[in-house]
């Protein structure tokens, strides 16, 4: 089979299960709790833990709910991200907190890492390592998520500190899948540690692009509300870059965006080109990637697979 059709066929297979994950409960919470799981997410997270182990020559059966679980747990995440940071738009579609209220948002993240969780226990009582693997990442990411909060009041991050947040809040998350995606396949520790160290720097590479993109994208392919991130101040590779070079004229920009937000927004856009910022951005994700696909070429086995996923994120658009 080829990339494209197993990359599918992953989606397909991962959209067909989670619409079954939770259909008995309270009608209030199984309507919320689908509305976000079935939501239009890339679902990158489950298909690289089924590709690693795909590429680990293990069993998919042994891999998918864990898949699962991460997807599951990647939600929870985004629900309270969007109350903390009162987003109105997340895939498309309103917020949980917005369509219905913060009560129900809060309650619903819960839910939805309570299912995960659930079903991790059930399916691995047999695998301690994959569950260590996973309540790891959780720590992890909720540590990055609060240096995330804590950068917004600081005036200044080095980029060494921002690199140290997006590892435990983003890239964290995507070792973890391709550590669990080789454990389920059974590969040797060395393996795995270097899966997982691959995922790590893919995760890093993304979230850097997740924030060129937030600015050079759109809110309507990106799917959620760029305006939000320039009103709590918050600290993207690409903000850090520019209070670096043009400090004075960044945040005029950016306080003229909390006035008139496109014209705001259009000028930071200007601003990052003519100071090289985008340029540089584009640079350092690519370095990352290269370094990511690195780890593959050690590694003794076929891993073209993944240096494909590899590109299919440094390529996409949204």
Request: one cysteine or more; a positive charge; charged letters at 30%.
């Amino acid at each position: 089979m080829n990339f494209d059709n197993l990359i599918n066929d992953y989606e397909n297979l991962i959209n067909k299960k989670l619409k079954t994950v939770y259909k008995n409960g309270p009608k209030s919470l199984v309507e919320v709790f689908n509305y976000v799981i079935n939501s239009d997410g890339k679902r990158v997270r489950p298909i690289l833990t089924l590709l690693t182990n795909h590429v680990c020559k293990g069993n998919i059966e042994n891999a998918l709910p864990a898949a699962l679980s991460i997807e599951m747990f990647h939600d929870f995440t985004l629900v309270h991200d969007d109350i903390m940071d009162d987003d109105k738009v997340r895939r498309g579609l309103k917020t949980v907190h917005e369509k219905w209220d913060l009560g129900t948002g809060v309650l619903t993240g819960d839910l939805i890492l309570s299912v995960s969780l659930n079903n991790l226990i059930k399916n691995y009582q047999n695998n301690s390592n994959v569950v260590k693997i996973f309540t790891k990442g959780l720590l992890a990411v909720c540590e990055g998520q609060a240096l995330d909060k804590e950068f917004e009041s600081k005036q200044k991050i080095s980029i060494t500190e921002y690199m140290k947040m997006i590892d435990l809040k983003t890239g964290y998350l995507l070792g973890m899948c391709t550590e669990i995606g080789a454990v389920t396949a059974e590969v040797n520790n060395y393996d795995a540690r270097k899966l997982r160290e691959y995922g790590i720097l893919l995760g890093r590479g993304f979230q850097i692009q997740d924030d060129y993109l937030e600015i050079f994208s759109d809110s309507k392919k990106m799917g959620k509300s760029l305006q939000s991130d320039i009103m709590l101040n918050k600290k993207t590779f690409l903000m850090i870059l520019a209070n670096l070079k043009c400090p004075k004229l960044i945040q005029d920009a950016i306080e003229l965006s909390k006035k008139d937000f496109n014209k705001g927004i259009d000028l930071v856009r200007k601003l990052l080109v003519e100071k090289g910022v985008k340029k540089e951005t584009e640079c350092k994700i690519n370095e990352i990637f290269s370094e990511a696909n690195k780890i593959l070429n050690d590694l003794n086995f076929d891993t073209s697979f993944l240096h494909s996923y590899s590109m299919h994120i440094l390529n996409r658009r949204r």
